[in-house]
């Protein structure tokens, strides 16, 4: 969230449970030199709190981001149209700034929102799945929104065609399978410095997360209290045998952080739902190099 005045503004930070009433505004935590208003908004069924700091944006174009404007899955011109803005400048103490590029994210959600499909669709489920089920409630630690948001980022690059989310159901598994195997091989990258790790030194118990994140991948009908056919006209997918240690294969081979890959894990689901002959092709491809890998290991 930005709202500029003189060149600053303010960022939004994270969702989290009220402790304070909506609409409160708390100015204690600049005391503790932590350089930020406390925000709480109310969103119906839930109360974010937003970090307010200071905000510069610089014009200047960013080298690693250069890159990222090739990436598919986005309206033509657009990726290159926000990244050519720059990127913000917050305070990292009371002496430092730090680069932010959460309202570039901000930004190229808004493009996603433009297409038609669910791909906002399905993130606002499994947000609100993640913090029900996974995190019961709010009241233990897990993922964010902004590793949610990510995951969303990279499926969008990963599964580019339209048919991909035109159906509720597939699109929610589209995120799953991505979310999945970062969890699987405890790496999300930031989608526009992918050398980072979101996951790494997070203090999460990405374990315990996968196990409930898989649970839901299993009997979503369970944590979404309604019937599945609600999702779509499918029946629930179900996960088959070997599913983690295909999970795990980026972990030791990048190459198969790939559309083919991914596709291999939506058939796994039985939400594949395709017709693009190459594509189909490409999979099965990645699907008979996993069968010789596995016969190998045994």
């Known amino acids: 969230m930005h709202a500029g005045v003189q060149g600053w503004g303010a960022a939004a930070c994270w969702w989290g449970p009220a402790e304070r009433a909506a609409g409160s505004l708390n100015a204690a935590s600049l005391r503790e030199e932590q350089l930020h208003l406390s925000l709480l908004v109310s969103s119906g069924w839930r109360t974010i709190n937003f970090h307010v700091v200071p905000v510069v944006r610089r014009k200047l174009g960013v080298p690693a981001l250069e890159g990222a404007q090739q990436m598919p899955g986005f309206p033509e011109g657009s990726l290159r149209r926000i990244l050519s803005q720059g990127v913000d400048l ?51 630690d897990g993922l964010t929104f902004g590793h949610l948001k990510t995951v ?10 339209p048919e991909d989310w ?19 091989t405890r ?3 930031h ?22 994140v898989e649970g839901f991948a299993s009997q979503p009908e369970a944590a979404l209290r309604i019937h599945a056919t609600h999702l779509g006209r499918s029946p629930p997918p179900r996960i088959g045998s070997g599913l983690k240690a295909l999970l795990q294969l980026p972990a030791s081979d990048p190459t198969y952080w790939a559309t083919a890959y991914f596709d291999v894990l939506l058939d796994k689901f039985q939400v594949l739902n395709i017709q693009d002959k190459d594509r189909i092709s490409a999979m099965q491809s990645i699907f008979q190099k996993t069968r010789t890998l596995g016969g190998q290991e045994s």
């Open 187 to 189: 790496k999300l990258p």
């Open 90 to 140: 917050v305070p990292a103490s009371t002496q430092l700034w730090r680069t932010s590029t959460d309202y570039l994210l901000t930004r190229l959600l808004g493009e996603l929102g433009s297409l038609q499909g669910h791909r906002l669709d399905s993130l606002s489920i499994l947000d609100r799945v993640n913090h029900e089920s996974w995190r019961d409630g709010g009241q233990t």
């Open 191 to 212: 989608f526009l410095h992918p050398q980072r790790n979101l996951l790494q030194g997070s203090g999460l118990d990405l374990g315990a997360i996968y196990q409930r």
């Open 166 to 184: 035109a159906e509720l159901q597939g699109a929610v598994y589209r995120l799953l399978v991505v979310l999945l195997c970062c969890l699987a």
């Open 152 to 161: 969303l980022l990279w499926a969008s690059v990963l599964f580019p065609a």
